[in-house]
């Protein structure tokens, strides 16, 4: 479990070195094509487990994170999407400050994902009485179910100060985007507000944090794909 | 100089034959009696083993006759199948029995606390010298590392630890959890004790018998609930073990529905060791409820029992390294142990290939 979290931090440094050098190349956030951004995203699930991950004594969660980070990293290294812009793309704080808090909240999102994961395999286990190895390394379902309470509540603020920033970019933003996103923010608005009032089991609440960032990673891909395709001459 | 292993277990005999040599020997009798220089005696509830370090070839009737020494009966006429290993064989037997794979519950914890007072006993006896002294603190940093590499300790293998194991796998911590036992029965108060002995604190007994309850509520440091009151506390507590003699079920669908209501989302952990079953098997369809009967605790335990001999293999690996190192110290004149522990009396010269 230490090697787990040794080896995602070493990853998390040389992400960090890779979007530092990048950063210092556009002389802006690396946030200007679907490439930049998926790495982006490794970064922020890498960060926010190492945040989470020792706080909540949820160590296995690594063994569960850094699959999702390697898929993201190889999909970005294999597929054809790291575009590089015609002009170099003037700095617009706003718009960067947009990007990456939004970015770093999808983080929390697929975290909180993760945690649903495990927490649906441990409370099936537990249900039908069949309990395999992954049993006696997995949490306690009352500390899932904590973990992904918080990383909601984090996701969600720090998706909400994206949102809000979006509107200060001084770009006219397409509407399906806008409107796609505030859909998003009152999905998870919606989960947590049903944990709040209790109307939503913590199972149900465990599903709906994956259904939530599968339809994160969507909007993502949309967003940013439709970008390129309108910044390409 | 030979070192070997002298013994009987629950391989080759049963309950009736082990307990007629239990406490009939000790170590220091069988180096007085036998003529070893070092000995040391382990008994168990399923196991007799003798350990012992000679100069002079000792048989294994030699060895019996100093067990058999207190029973009335002719010796002749009663002979239990005793086995013998020799040199690395006693090594190797060693490691696997301190690391419980040569347990009948195999990853069992008890024999390794039972190996160490062994040795204790038989080092304050002064009947343990150098080379015994040197493979028993070997065998127990094996037993230590079989249990921390493998899950060869993994999962609860009766009813009290199976009910733990699945209270922290839903709750985490037992402190703040509320139990409630009903019907007072033997399983159902061990099963209670298990609980508390891992941190539960509010504990709350009901039976038929107000008599009976508040007995086992102050056995077990709880209190005694009346047993018209047992579906109010339903809404309060986290795990109920239920017991009773009753011909039909206790707790229904119904039943459980509104309480489940008021406990908001709070887990229910249900032992239902009664026979038959107190709790109707569709409660476990319930969100949230988690309904374990004494079969499914069984089946639990088999598969904890089949986890730990998957575990086999691996724990072996690791023995047959430590035993192909620890021959290859002693052959080598090396101490193996001298940085952690100070050999007892005997001189250091006596550990040599030829012990092997």
Request: charged share 20%; aromatic share 8%.
């Amino acid at each position: 479990m230490r090697f787990n979290f040794f080896a995602i931090g070493l990853g998390f440094i040389f992400q960090t070195a890779f979007l530092s050098v990048r950063g210092h190349e556009l002389g802006r956030c690396p946030l200007t094509n679907l490439f930049e951004v998926f790495i982006f995203l490794a970064w922020s699930v890498a960060a926010i487990y190492m945040l989470v991950g020792p706080g909540y004594r949820l160590s296995l969660m690594g063994a569960f994170t850094a699959p999702l980070v390697v898929v993201l990293q190889v999909f970005a290294l294999i597929a054809p999407i790291d575009i590089r812009h015609p002009a170099t793309l003037p700095a617009n704080p706003w718009l960067e400050f947009h990007a990456s808090i939004s970015l770093v909240a999808y983080g929390a999102f697929a975290l909180a994902c993760i945690a649903g994961v495990m927490y649906l395999v441990q409370e099936r286990q537990l249900k039908t009485h069949q309990l395999h190895s992954i049993f006696y390394h997995l949490p306690p379902l009352t500390d899932l179910f904590a973990a992904i309470t918080r990383l909601l509540w984090w996701g969600f603020a720090l998706y909400t100060l994206g949102i809000v920033s979006g509107f200060f970019t001084g770009h006219p933003l397409p509407r399906v985007q806008v409107v796609a996103a505030i859909g998003l923010w009152l999905l998870y608005a919606a989960i947590l507000q049903g944990r709040h009032l209790r109307w939503l089991a913590p199972k149900r609440v465990a599903a709906l944090c994956i259904l939530g960032f599968s339809a994160a990673l969507t909007l993502l891909w949309g967003i940013t794909f439709t970008a390129q395709i309108h910044s390409l001459p | 100089m030979n070192l070997f292993c002298v013994g009987l277990s629950h391989h080759t005999a049963n309950v009736a034959k082990l307990e007629r040599f239990a406490d009939s020997a000790s170590a220091e009798s069988i180096v007085r009696e036998a003529g070893c220089t070092e000995a040391l005696l382990l008994t168990t509830c399923n196991r007799v083993e003798v350990y012992a370090v000679s100069q002079r070839r000792i048989s294994t009737g030699e060895i019996a006759r100093c067990l058999m020494r207190k029973i009335d009966t002719d010796p002749h006429d009663y002979a239990p199948p005793f086995y013998r290993y020799e040199a690395e064989k006693c090594v190797l037997h060693l490691f696997r029995v301190a690391s419980a794979l040569d347990s009948m519950v195999v990853g069992e914890s008890e024999i390794l606390g039972q190996a160490k007072r062994a040795y204790e006993s038989a080092r304050k006896s002064g009947a343990v010298g150098p080379c015994l002294h040197r493979l028993f603190q070997r065998a127990f940093r094996v037993a230590k590392q079989v249990r921390t590499h493998t899950d060869i300790a993994r999962g609860a293998v009766s009813v009290g630890s199976v009910a733990v194991d699945l209270a922290q796998r839903i709750f985490g911590k037992l402190s703040d959890c509320r139990v409630l036992v009903l019907g007072a029965g033997e399983t159902s108060e061990r099963t209670a004790r298990a609980l508390i002995s891992r941190g539960a604190r509010d504990l709350r007994v009901s039976n038929r018998s107000m008599d009976r309850a508040r007995e086992l509520a102050h056995a077990v440091g709880g209190r005694a609930v009346p047993f018209d009151d047992w579906p109010a506390h339903c809404r309060e507590i986290d795990i109920l073990i239920t017991s009773t003699s009753s011909e039909t079920p206790l707790l229904t669908r119904d039943k459980l529905a509104p309480m489940l209501r008021e406990r908001m989302d709070r887990s229910l952990f249900i032992i239902d060791i009664a026979v038959p079953r107190d709790v109707d098997p569709t409660v476990n369809e319930m969100q949230g409820v988690y309904l374990y009967d004494i079969d499914s605790i069984r089946s639990v335990a088999e598969q904890s029992l089949a986890l730990r001999r998957e575990q086999v293999a691996a724990a072996e690996a690791i023995i047959a390294e430590h035993v192909t190192d620890f021959v290859d110290l002693v052959s080598r004149g090396l101490n193996p142990a001298s940085q952690t522990a100070k050999p007892p009396s005997l001189g250091e010269n006596s550990l040599r290939a030829s012990e092997l």
